[in-house]
T-cell receptor, first 114, second 113 residues
Framework: ETGVTQSPTHLIKTRGQQVTLRCSSQ?????VSWYQQALGQGPQFIFQ???????GRGNFPPRFSGLQFPNYSSELNVNALELDDSALYLC?????????????FGPGTRLLVL | LAKTTQPISMDSYEGQEVNITCSHN???????ITWYQQFPSQGPRFIIQ???TKVTNEVASLFIPADRKSSTLSLPRVSLSDTAVYYC??????????????FGRGTSLIVHP
């Protein structure tokens, strides 16, 4: 167990809808990253938040947005869902500023878009 | 962006040593190399991290040559429970402090009895 939790575990939405996924970080971890993992693929980096601001973003459109709260928990919001958004969404937390920055992943949220 | 290349799959038998190599030709000076293990429908689990030379912990060793363009994860005496997908991750720290970590497609390791 990493101490990183995500909710919900599974979710079914229809095309065009909006979804919010949540992540609670391991104690003391001030940085959170979100990844999308399609079946059979490696995790793809969506974005990272540090001190409540986005400080890194992968190749994802603006309809993917996020928030980080003062307690370091985080949300991933996806608007105008598309069928290709069906995937496992992972959050990972870490402590930034150390010599080695190891990420610890949550169990993921499985999203199915119909 | 530092891209990574790994073998798609590997087979081994219980008790053998397994070595998985990852190529990362465009690794940046301040990038660490991290390896993760992932079981189906679970999040990746941290195995080991290194910057250069050799790192060893209770589950694995990581060998990194001087040019850092590749790394090798070594799993001693694998068991059936080591059957999983293994990913190497190289973090990018491009100008301005932006961080874009890049996972490869992973290596599916199957351990046979």
């Amino acid at each position: 167990e990493t101490g990183v939790t995500q909710s919900p575990t599974h979710l079914i939405k229809t095309r065009g809808q909006q979804v919010t996924l949540r992540c609670s970080s391991q104690s003391g971890h001030n940085t959170v990253s979100w990844y999308q993992q399609a079946l059979g693929q490696g995790p793809q980096f969506i974005f990272q938040y540090y001190r409540e601001e986005e400080n890194g973003r992968g190749n994802f459109p603006p309809r993917f947005s996020g928030l980080q709260f003062p307690n370091y928990s985080s949300e991933l919001n996806v608007n105008a869902l598309e069928l290709d958004d069906s995937a496992l969404y992972l959050c990972a937390t870490k402590i930034s500023g150390g010599a080695e920055e190891t990420q610890y992943f949550g169990p993921g949220t499985r999203l199915l878009v119909l | 962006l530092a891209k990574t290349t790994q073998p798609i799959s590997m087979d081994s038998y219980e008790g053998q040593e397994v070595n998985i190599t990852c190529s990362h030709n465009n690794i940046a000076t301040n990038d660490y190399i991290t390896w993760y293990q992932q079981f189906p429908s679970q999040g990746p689990r941290f195995i080991i991290q290194g910057y250069k030379t050799k790192v060893t912990n209770e589950v694995a060793s990581l060998f990194i040559p001087a040019d850092r363009k590749s790394s090798t994860l070594s799993l001693p005496r694998v068991s059936l429970s080591d059957t999983a997908v293994y990913y190497c991750l190289v973090g990018d720290a491009i100008s301005g402090g932006s961080y874009i970590p890049t996972f490869g497609r992973g290596t599916s390791l199957i351990v046979h009895p």
